[in-house]
T-cell receptor, first 111, second 116 residues
Framework: TQLLEQSPQFLSIQEGENLTVYCNSSSVFSSLQWYRQEPGEGPVLLVTVVTGGEVKKLKRLTFQFGDARKDSSLHITAAQPGDTGLYLCAGGTNTGNQFYFGTGTSLTVIP | GAGVSQSPSNKVTEKGKDVELRCDPISGHTALYWYRQRLGQGLEFLIYFQGNSAPDKSGLPSDRFSAERTGESVSTLTIQRTQQEDSAVYLC??????????????FGSGTQLSVL
């Protein structure tokens, strides 16, 4: 089993603060995705990274794939209440028949 | 429809009863996944279908769980003799680029299963 551990598990911050969520594994992945899930809904893809060391920015969100393709981070600048949700990382393999999802980080941004 | 549709959205059942969950993937999506999500946790892989290939059943937790898919359309996940530990949200996802680096999973809203 290729486990992806996320930290922290829970995060509650004030609007305007910055935060970083980590996704770590001992396994190498061909791709790493980040999803956000709101209550009562399925996860929605935010980004895919495929190259070791790759950094992608989407507005206030910055995603990084580790050089060894075993870990990733998600940094949010100036968090807003709309960022509240469960953030999930998912590692993809070359076989393509399974995405290994992380344990999840529940983020609450307080207005 | 435009997205992945799952039914029912909620299912309450008694321990020992069988349940059937349905997933309608996005038209044209050849790959279909079932995941289980316990409250506030990550997703646990259950089963994967890709076209006419044999499904990957490696994630099914016991022989009480089974799933079928007709061609590249509807899939049903069946849980026999339900137990309280089966209570969870069951999520279905489909994609059209299975195995590609930029494969994107489109998820349904899930079925919340509660076993009393």
């Amino acid at each position: 089993t290729q486990l992806l551990e996320q930290s922290p598990q829970f995060l509650s911050i004030q609007e305007g603060e910055n935060l970083t969520v980590y996704c770590n594994s001992s396994s190498v992945f061909s791709s790493l995705q980040w999803y956000r899930q709101e209550p009562g809904e399925g996860p929605v893809l935010l980004v895919t990274v495929v190259t070791g060391g790759e950094v992608k920015k989407l507005k206030r969100l910055t995603f990084q794939f580790g050089d060894a393709r075993k870990d990733s981070s998600l940094h949010i600048t100036a968090a807003q209440p709309g960022d509240t949700g469960l953030y999930l990382c998912a590692g993809g393999t070359n076989t393509g028949n399974q995405f290994y999802f992380g344990t999840g980080t529940s983020l609450t941004v307080i207005p | 429809g435009a997205g992945v549709s799952q039914s029912p959205s909620n299912k309450v059942t008694e321990k020992g009863k069988d349940v059937e969950l349905r997933c309608d993937p996005i038209s044209g999506h050849t790959a279909l996944y079932w995941y289980r999500q316990r409250l506030g946790q990550g997703l646990e892989f259950l089963i994967y279908f890709q076209g006419n290939s044999a499904p990957d059943k490696s994630g099914l937790p016991s022989d009480r769980f089974s799933a079928e898919r007709t061609g590249e359309s509807v899939s049903t996940l069946t849980i026999q003799r339900t137990q309280q530990e089966d209570s969870a949200v069951y999520l279905c996802a489909s994609s059209f680029l299975p195995g590609a680096p930029f494969e994107k999973l489109f998820f349904g809203s899930g079925t919340q299963l509660s076993v009393l």
